[in-house]
Every structure is written in C-alpha cells, then in structure tokens.
T-cell receptor, first 111, second 113 residues
Framework: EDKVVQSPLSLVVHEGDTVTLNCSYEVTNFRSLLWYKQEKKAPTFLFMLTSSGIEKKSGRLSSILDKKELFSILNITATQTGDSAVYLCAGAHNAGNMLTFGGGTRLMVKP | IAGITQAPTSQILAAGRRMTLRCTQDMRHNAMYWYRQDLGLGLRLIHYSNTAGTTGKGEVPDGYSVSRANTDDFPLTLASAVPSQTSVYFC????????????FGEGSRLTVL
C-alpha cells in the first residue's frame, strides 16, 4: 500500500525564522513528488519534483527530492505570517494522474 | 465562473439519507477527482475519472459513487449516508498531460448525524 508521511505534524515559529518540512514516501511506480499549500480551503500547487538533487525554488520557498532515500524537504526562509498554512506532500504514480497525499504539516508563523 | 465550483458549501444530513455533491469545471480538463479530507489523514482519493465516460475507484470508494456524463461535471453520490462519511470533500481536476498540478474546488463540508 502506498504511503506518504509528513513531519512534523505541526510547527510554531516566529516571523523571520527558517523552517524545514519533511516528507517521506513509499509509492509504487513513483513518478513525482508534489507540494501543496492549503490555507483556508482549497490546496494550491507549489512544486513538482521528478529528479533527485535538483532544487526547485520560488521566492523564499525551495524544495528538493532524494529518490534514493525516498524523501523530500520543503524549506521556507524568512517566514512571514502569510506562510501560515497546512503544507501537503503527495506522491504521483506513473500510471494515471492519481496522487497519494501525506497528512500534512500545520505551520503557524507568529508576528 | 472560473476553475472548479462545488455545491453545496456545507450540509448537515441525517444518516440513511441520499446526498449528491456537485462539481463543475470550466477548464476543459480531462481528469477529475474526488478527495475527502479528515484531520490527520490528509486527502484520500475516493473516485476519479480520466476522461468523460470513464471512472475508477480510489483509495476509499466504499459508500460512494460517481458519474462522468460529460467533461465538465463530476457529481459524487452517497447512496445512504453514515456518520463516518462526515468530512470535507474536495473535487479537483487536471490536464491529461499531467503537470502535477491539481486544481481544487473550495470544498464541501458534510456532517452526517
């Protein structure tokens, strides 16, 4: 059975801190690893990673994949209160477009 | 409208009742999905459809059915609701050429008493 596990479950930091969110996966016929941000309602897409060692960056967010050790990390530098959200990690299968999601990490950034 | 529209936004339902959650997209995406989200369990796939006229079972399909009569609509039906189906339900869609990006609706919060 496919499994995606995220840690920590929740995190409270202060503005300006740097955080690292973890995601480990066991996905049959793995194709890619995806990160989503969920603020109040609908999750929104952040990154898709398909190759090991290549860092994806978008502003203060970056992510990297290790296909040998089956994990990914999402880094957020100089955190802001607007980064407060649940961050979801998901593994995509080679066959079809289905994703297996982890349970999420709830990040709270205090002023 | 733009994107994915779900209805109703929230609903309280008596156990044993039939309920249909509606989902409509205007992006002409081939694939559509229904997920449920429960605290600590993330998003779990209920059913999916890769193209109009076809559907498939996800991780937690029992007690749910779907249909895909056309590209835009993908309703989810609970034939006889049970309290364990209390959850937030998200409809999503994606292009056939999978880029990884699922577009989600705003969710439907369902409470079964």
């Amino acid at each position: 059975e496919d499994k995606v596990v995220q840690s920590p479950l929740s995190l409270v930091v202060h503005e300006g801190d740097t955080v690292t969110l973890n995601c480990s996966y066991e996905v049959t016929n793995f194709r890619s690893l995806l990160w989503y941000k969920q603020e109040k309602k609908a999750p929104t897409f952040l990154f898709m990673l398909t190759s090991s060692g290549i860092e994806k960056k978008s502003g203060r967010l970056s992510s990297i994949l290790d296909k040998k050790e089956l994990f990914s990390i999402l880094n957020i530098t100089a955190t802001q209160t607007g980064d407060s959200a649940v961050y979801l990690c998901a593994g995509a299968h080679n066959a079809g477009n289905m994703l297996t999601f982890g349970g999420g990490t709830r990040l709270m950034v205090k002023p | 409208i733009a994107g994915i529209t779900q209805a109703p936004t929230s609903q309280i339902l008596a156990a044993g009742r039939r309920m249909t959650l509606r989902c409509t997209q205007d992006m002409r995406h081939n694939a559509m999905y229904w997920y449920r989200q429960d605290l600590g369990l993330g998003l779990r796939l209920i059913h999916y459809s890769n193209t109009a006229g076809t559907t498939g079972k996800g991780e937690v399909p029992d007690g749910y059915s779907v249909s895909r009569a056309n590209t835009d609509d993908f309703p989810l039906t609970l034939a006889s609701a049970v309290p364990s189906q209390t959850s937030v339900y998200f409809c999503a869609s994606s292009d056939w050429g999978f880029t990884g990006e699922l577009f989600f609706g705003e969710g439907s919060r369902l409470t079964v008493l």
